[in-house]
Each structure stands twice: as C-alpha cells, then as structure tokens.
C-alpha cells in the first residue's frame, strides 16, 4: 500500500495562476482533508470530505475549492493564487481517529 | 475562539534522558486527543492518542496524560533517542467528522 500520496512534491505560481493540488489514498478510507501548514505553525483545516460525493469548509476554506472525485481522490484547487497561499498542504485519510498524512505539496507564490 | 496550544515552543535533552511535552487545550466539548510527530520534510506522523474519559495511556515508550480539570496534555517519551528528534504536536477532536485542531507545536532536541 502507498497510504497518502500527493502531487505534486514543489510547485511555484506566479500571482494569479490556478492549479489543482492532486491526493489519492489507497486504503479504502472514508473521510479525507486538506490541511495547510505554515512556518512556526500547526496545521489548519482547509476543506475536508466526510464520505463520497461530500464536501465540508474547515477553518480557512477562502481562496480554495475542492473536488471528492471518488472514494480514493480528493483534488484541492486554487483559483487565482496569491502569496498569502503559499504554504506547504496537507492531505489526509481517515476511517477513525487517526489520520494518515501524505508528504505534502511545497507551494510558493509570487 | 477554541484553541489548542503550547506552553514551550523547543525543548532540548540529553540522550537517553526523559522528555515531557506538554499542551494547553480550551475546547472543553473536545472528545479525543492525539499526538503526532513531524520529521523535516515529512507529514504528521500519528504517535498515541486518548480519549477524553481516560487520564492515562501508555505506548511504546510514550506515555499521555489528560488533566480535564485544568484541560491540559502531555506527552512522556522515556529514554529520548535522536531518532525523537522532531516537531511535535497535540490535536483534538470535537465531533463525529474526525476534524483535528491542532496546537502550533514544540521542537525537540535531542543531543548525542
């Protein structure tokens, strides 16, 4: 099993560009999340999917859209990129308490 | 707001002594606490965790400890190794959704 994976590892934007961050889990788990994690800091809740075809704001859900593709995928998307958004993200899986955490996509915005 | 949060940002040992991490949390309605461990370069890595009706649990080498009367967590790692070197967190979960509200973290040390 791979767990969490993520893609891509580093991405650089310029002000303004969109993207799509990538997640996949191959454990069969219902809920997934996206997390941002800045210097010095915790992670912090973004959106998250309790199950299929479900989507629910965290904490800091502005500036970002999410897609549950289908059990295993869980895309996160940035619109229109700012600097403020840079920051390294976090997706995770759960089917209990505890979360699995891919290793995280290193976004930088200019 | 709820919070979770830190009292000591870094914490620095010796080899093969004891370290104590601890964490402040304010959701009094929160029913589930884990601790997790982040390598450089690396996501969170799930170490132990306690429900919220337990005041102690033990692991490999961990220990957590839950004082719901002045809601405060700590973490035990007995004989720290400099494998343990790390950023460690404490999160809680308040809910069915599984969502994990973290605390901001402490680095620790450890020195050969």
């Known amino acids: 099993n791979a767990g969490v994976t993520q893609t891509p590892k580093f991405q650089v934007l310029k002000t303004g560009q969109s993207m799509t961050l990538q997640c996949a889990q191959d454990m069969n788990h219902n809920s997934m999340y996206w997390y941002r994690q800045d210097p010095g800091m915790g992670l912090r809740l973004i959106y998250y999917s309790a199950s299929e075809g479900t989507t629910d704001k965290g904490e800091v859900p502005n500036g970002y859209n999410v897609s549950r593709l289908n059990k295993r995928e869980f895309s996160l998307r940035l619109e229109s990129a700012a600097p403020s958004q840079t920051s390294v993200y976090f997706c995770?899986?759960?089917?209990?308490?505890?979360?699995?955490f891919g290793p995280g996509t290193r976004l930088t915005v200019t | 707001g709820e919070s979770v949060g830190l009292h000591l940002p870094t914490l620095s040992v010796q080899e093969g002594d004891n370290s104590i991490i601890n964490c402040a949390y304010s959701?009094?309605?929160?029913?589930?606490f884990i601790w997790y461990k982040q390598e450089s370069g690396k996501g969170p890595q799930f170490i132990i965790d306690?429900?919220?009706?337990?005041d102690k649990r033990q692991g490999q080498r961990v220990t957590v400890l839950l004082n719901k009367t002045v809601k405060h967590l700590s973490l035990q790692i007995a004989a720290t190794q400099p494998g343990d070197s790390a950023v460690y967190f404490c999160a809680e979960i308040a809910g069915s959704n599984y969502k994990l509200t973290f605390g901001k973290g402490t680095l620790l040390t450890v020195n050969p």
């Open positions: 306690i429900r919220s009706n337990m």
């Open positions: 995770a899986s759960t089917v209990s308490y505890e979360q699995y």
């Open positions: 959701n009094s309605a929160s029913d589930y």
